[in-house]
């Protein structure tokens, strides 16, 4: 039986004192579009820097088809990585290179194709994601859903097992957050890879997630499909399933008491004048 | 103070051995290499064309109010030749190489890393220092030469241009003059700097770019310390070359 595509066991992650995960263990099964959710700033985009290597783990183990990425050298790490595909947060488009170019990107790094076998290769995939006609168009030219469909392309020409979606929806008007979940779930369907999402957007989480991760205070705070955490009682679930403003997350950062604060602030000023 | 100074030079030390080891892999595709050349060098010819001849202009005119109190003018097309090949010729290029190319390299560099362009490289199981680094610095490297050689014929048509044009020096002594006492050691001794100043300059550059911080004012830092640290270099490079071919 071939090893899962991401297994995560006992991760803690600190930056500097403070603390981002605590304990965290995660199972991403073969096939499966696999979310993970949570509240702003509680290390969604960091948990994808550590499973991809790009950071590594003060503690627990991190496996990517059954190898571990903080143990395995840089050839190793990077043949991992070309069983992955990345869609980035802002697309991270070359912006040096037109819509095409950047497409063909991984595959003139990684192989020696015949320009026609490259052009039907990478016109497939932008077709893919309906931007064939904007092949020749540098990435200043898109908006930000175009943008992030070329991205999407470049990242599934290399045929990768495992696509990595990180805040996919963000910034993006209605029609553009449907394409993307239409695309994501399409690909996931026709290509058989392997997904991970990571997001904040409940609604579109629930349309195409098999499982999902509620992360919150660098633990694991719920486990399920997306109908069993939509029916939990667990007051953090429920607070982000809703989008309650206050409760278990609070709506303040941890602060001292306000008249304090202000006082002890206006003081230095005070000298100053 | 000492301490994070010789942190600093081992970890661009460290960083131009990585470099340098991913030079042969740029060079097998020169496409990226080449395209480098014209950014950091056709880009700034008209910056280096312009200053040249302004500084040629100088040349003639300090060299004619000098030398025709010995009675020497004849010997003008001599002290420009010499003056623009061994030391204006490297120096000011490279001082405007760092203003203008190695400036626009950090910058570059350094936005490609905050808008996570190199780390999408990296997922892709690409390596930047490859694909990004090693072609710029070679391009930069390769440039600077040219460019002073492009100095140093627009500096000189420049100092004739006044000695010759203006302040009537004989054209046949200006340029026989200098056909003879100018030898191959000293058009040398421009190369080698020229060589040198255009890696301390292309490192710099790639070096601050790379290791920006991934924030506005981070890029605007390096952007900064590129042109403080390249131009610092120059003038010492320069003093510790021409030390050692006068001491030749």
Known sequence: MSAPPVCIRDLYYAV???PIFAGVDIDVAQGQITAVM?????GKTTLLRLLTGQVLADRGRIELFGESVAEVDKAGLYALRRRTGMLFQ??????????????????????RLPESVLRRLVLSKLEAVGLRGAAELMPSQLSGG??????????????????????????LDPISMGVIVRLIRELNETLGVTSIVVSHDVEELASIAHYSYLLSEGRIVAAGTPDELARSEEPVVRQFMSGAADGPVPFHFPAGDLAADILRRAEPRRRRS | MIGASLGRIGAVAVFLLRVLGQCPAALAKP?????????????????????????????????FDLLQRFGSEDALGVAAALGLLKELGPVVTALLF???????????????????????MEMMAVDPLRHVIAPRFLGGVIAMPLLVAIFDIVGLFGAQLIGVQLMAVDPGAFWSQ?????????????IVKSLCFGFACSLIAVYEGYHAPPTAQGVGLATTRTVVVSSVLVLLID????????GR
């Open chain 2, 239 to 246: 003093y510790m070359l021409t030390a050692a071919f006068l």
């Open chain 1, 16 to 18: 500097g004192t403070r």
């Open chain 2, 98 to 120: 760092a203003g203008r190319a190695g400036t626009a390299l950090t910058s570059e560099i350094g936005l490609m890393r905050a808008t996570d362009q190199l780390t999408a």
């Open chain 1, 146 to 171: 175009m943008a992030r469909r070329v991205a999407l392309a470049r990242a599934i020409v290399m045929d990768p097992d495992l696509l990595i979606y990180d805040e996919p929806f963000v910034g």
């Open chain 2, 31 to 63: 496409r990226a290499v080449i395209h480098q050349i014209y950014n950091a060098g056709a880009r700034s010819l008209i910056i280096i064309m312009l200053c040249g001849l302004f500084v040629g202009m100088v040349l003639g005119l300090q060299g």
């Open chain 1, 90 to 111: 802002n697309g991270a488009l070359l912006t040096d290179l037109t819509v095409f170019e950047n497409v063909a990107f991984p595959v003139r790094a990684h192989a």
């Open chain 1, 38 to 42: 949570g509240p702003s700033g509680t």
């Open chain 2, 178 to 190: 200098m056909q003879a006492a100018v030898e191959l050691d000293d058009v040398n001794e421009g």
